[in-house]
């Protein structure tokens, strides 16, 4: 078990709050502004992803991450919209709107555009991409799963818009648990033990039917806990994000792997390796 929760220089609410999460449990929080091989074995990260390549080695943290086709490759009855991994060069060659996503990372804004024309200029075609069709939802959860059930979750949003709630208040709870646990009972071991699952209910244009769907997974130590638990949230963060002695054989394919180069995000030489937003 980590003493150690380790965060990264970006500050932000999210932080603060797992920060007095770990203090409640005995743990030391310390804000990085580079490697720290002291705590080699002994930390847990939260933060963005090209900072934590950063860090990873001397902290020697398995950073676990959901495969860039989990959510293309699953049945079309949990997402009820197509889906399309591939790559940015691919998409650019859209003519029609359609909604591009990076994967995981969130290397570029995920949004609706109305081709490929208008993706980031300066995203390289090789990086990937999930395309999807166009879908309205009606409200978006998030949850925070360990071994293969919900451990806490929140509403995030309502038509598009920001409305956290923890999800113990919201009425709709009984059904997003309930969709969660059929899918994580089908396709769970296609994700890794500790890992952030965002669903929705959505529609058509076309149609009044809604219908449960998964949104997307995530990262968990990069993913804003909105109003859920944060010391639940924390009992996922450190699974995803802790020591690599403690990784698990089954969760060894879902390790992000390090970077030949390692970034010097937040050291005071700016890095490719770093995201906007990342220090």
Known sequence: M?????????????GEL??????????????????????????????GPRFGDSVAASLDVAL???????LAALPERWTRRGIVATTMGEARRLRTPAFVKPPSDKSFEAAVYADGTRLPAAVPDATPVLVAEIRTFVVEYRLFVLDGVPHTGSRYATFGRLDPMPLTGDPRAGEVFAFAR??????GAGLPSAVVLDV???GTADSA??????????????????????????DVIV????????????????????????ADCGTGVRSPYCLPGEP
Do not use: K
């Open 18 to 47: 797992l920060a007095g999460a770990a203090v409640g449990r005995g743990m030391a929080v310390v804000v990085l502004g580079g490697p720290r091989p002291e705590l080699r074995g002994a930390a847990a990260y939260y933060g």
């Open 64 to 70: 676990l991450e959901p495969a860039d086709d989990w």
């Open 239 to 262: 699974a995803a994000a802790g020591p690599r002695a403690a990784l698990r054989p089954a969760d060894t394919r879902f390790a992000r792997a390090r970077p030949a180069a390692p």
């Open 200 to 202: 929705g209910l959505a």
């Open 182 to 187: 059929d899918l994580l009972a089908e396709h």
């Open 209 to 234: 039917e809604e219908h449960w769907v998964v949104v997307e997974p995530n990262m968990a130590w990069f993913s804003n806990i909105y109003a859920a638990d944060p010391a639940r949230c924390l």
């Open 2 to 14: 980590p003493t150690t929760l380790a965060l990264s220089a970006q500050s932000t609410t999210t």
